[in-house]
């Protein structure tokens, strides 16, 4: 079974082919980062902008790398939900003409179930059910993954997700979009101990995560330094920001999956390639006992290979849409 994945919720025009659910035959990714980096963040209209010039080019890369053509392929996946809306429209709307010309089914595929499914690919012996974490800029979850194509959402962000408090602590140090890979590098010649840090909590579920309130702290720390006149050391203040927010996931997955009976753990999102996040996580399951599971790093961040994974197991599930499929901003695991 050969499937094209397509995705473009973010900026990251991306196209992938996938055979037998897990083998990659090609990933192309076209990124945006350099343009946004001068505003400090995706620019909306923007990124729509370039996945309209850049997709087609990056889809018949992925072919080409592939060494397929549209007649070979069983299906085009896509992400349809969650995402910014300009963007996702880009690529449902490419999605849909390709299927509807070619004839081939049209997978629709959820951006969350996506990153999840990375770990098929980089671990071909996983199977659900198990317990997932996934922490990117726009999610912090802790999923149930029933089945490759049902999930349960155990617990969720109330505000901010990790990597968007990673990104906007890191703005307010100074470091460069996107910030969560120079706080990641700062840390690694810092102090984690340096600075003591909340780990906020929210009141009705116990797996829920709250980022707001360890965002505002690291922002106020550094506004009153500077209020002072003194220095704060960047390295040491991101190595304590990176060592709380690596527990605070931790700490939720690892009581989720005792308290729910799982035995797997996997890790995926933008944020699983955080390095603090990865050792500490996998720390935590080896001193449990449980097995753990977590992407490679060049499959941690968006791309197509995920969709085109997701797409399959969607694909033999019977989940296909029509010429109807929209693109949805906001969109829970639990209403797929």
Known sequence: ???????????????????????????????????????????????????????????????????????????????????????????????????????????????????????????????PPYMCLVASGGHSHIIEVLSYTKFRV???????????????????????????????????????????????????NEFDFSFSGLKTAVINLLHNAEQKGTDVNKNDLSASLQHTIADILTDKTIRAAESLGYKKIALAGGVSANSGVRSTLSEACAKHGFEFYMPEKKLCGDNAAMIACQGSYNLLAGITADESLNAIATLSMEDI
């Not at 995706?42 to 053509?69: F, M, T, Y």
């Not at 470091?175 to 102090?191: C, I, L, R």
């Open 154 to 204: 155990v617990g969720r962000t109330r505000d901010d997700a990790a990597g968007e408090c990673f990104d906007k602590c890191a703005r307010a140090m100074g470091f460069p979009y996107p910030g969560g890979v120079h706080v990641d590098k700062a840390a690694q010649s810092g102090d984690k101990t340096a600075f003591r840090l909340p780990h906020p909590t929210v009141a009705g």
């Open 1 to 127: 079974m050969l499937i094209l994945g397509i995705e473009s919720s973010c900026d990251e025009t991306a196209a992938s082919v996938v055979k037998d659910c897990r083998t990659i035959c090609s990933s192309v990714i076209s990124t945006q980062i350099e343009e946004h980096k001068k505003y400090g963040g995706v620019v909306p209209e923007i990124a729509s902008r370039r996945h309209c010039e850049n997709i087609l080019g990056v889809v018949k890369k992925a072919l080409d790398d592939a060494q397929v053509s549209l007649s070979d392929l069983d299906g085009i996946a896509v992400t349809y939900a969650p995402g910014l809306i300009g963007a996702l429209l880009v690529g449902v709307s490419f999605a849909k003409a390709l299927a509807m010309s070619s004839g081939k089914p049209l997978i629709p595929v959820h951006h969350i179930a996506g990153h999840i499914a990375t770990n098929y690919l980089t671990f071909p012996d996983l199977e």
